[in-house]
T-cell receptor
Framework: GAVVSQHPSWVICKSGTSVKIECRSL??????MFWYRQFPKQSLMLMAT?????????EQGVEKDKFLINHASLTLSTLTVTSAHPEDSSFYIC???????????FGQGTRLTVV | QKEVEQNSGPLSVPEGAIASLNCTYS??????FFWYRQYSGKSPELIMS????GDKEDGRFTAQLNKASQYVSLLIRDSQPSDSATYLC?????????FGQGTELSVKP
């Protein structure tokens, strides 16, 4: 399958600071990238869908001013968690696909801990 | 009603047996269906994709799709302890990939 690289794999930050997570498609051009959040023992919850060059579409209940998503190129999307709080601690995973109705491949995930 | 539903399990099968995982979805117009495997602490990895009614086989895995019943399943033949993981059903709906809650599979040696 295609390779999606996510960085960092884990991060610890202080409450009130911002954290940026990068997601890169290494061997294909990703027209769409998805950002998910997963709490322990729960399934993946879609946070937002981003298409290259346009604004991200956020799911209901996800604060767009808190979770900033940028998809400036066909190989890179970033998620910035602004003013992080302990309740934002979670496993954040990106996924990328080349075209509609094709498989989506996942990055390794980022475990965020806010202290 | 959840958009994508799976039994959370755990499903326990002995080594060498067939594991059967089931998934139903609510959006009739969905056309693309996927099975992912997720080990604890890791991100999901794609096992199978299926787009047409019927069966699709890949090694020990067989995906089955019945659009009339809005049902998709995954069979794992000759289950191995290394297959122990959470299996996630995903459905493409309106351009978004929506996941079920996952079924935890445990294969006992």
């Amino acid at each position: 399958g295609a390779v999606v690289s996510q960085h960092p794999s884990w991060v610890i930050c202080k409450s009130g600071t911002s954290v940026k997570i990068e997601c890169r498609s290494l061997d294909f051009q990703a027209t769409t990238m998805f950002w998910y959040r997963q709490f322990p023992k729960q399934s993946l919850m879609l946070m937002a869908t981003s298409n290259e060059g346009s604004k991200a579409t956020y799911e209901q209940g996800v604060e767009k001013d808190k979770f900033l998503i940028n998809h400036a190129s066909l190989t890179l999307s970033t998620l910035t968690v602004t003013s992080a709080h302990p309740e934002d601690s979670s496993f954040y995973i990106c996924s990328a696909r080349a075209a509609l109705n094709t498989e989506a491949f996942f990055g390794q995930g980022t475990r965020l801990t806010v202290v | 009603q959840k958009e994508v539903e799976q039994n959370s399990g755990p499903l326990s099968v002995p080594e060498g047996a067939i594991a059967s995982l089931n998934c139903t979805y609510s959006d009739r117009v969905s056309q693309s269906f996927f099975w992912y495997r997720q080990y604890s602490g890791k991100s999901p990895e794609l096992i199978m994709s299926i787009y047409s009614n019927g069966d699709k086989e890949d090694g020990r895995f067989t995906a089955q799709l019945n659009k009339a019943s809005q049902y998709v399943s995954l069979l794992i033949r000759d289950s191995q302890p290394s297959d122990s993981a959470t299996y996630l059903c995903a459905v493409l709906q309106g351009g978004k990939l929506i996941f079920g809650q996952g079924t935890e599979l445990s294969v006992k040696p």
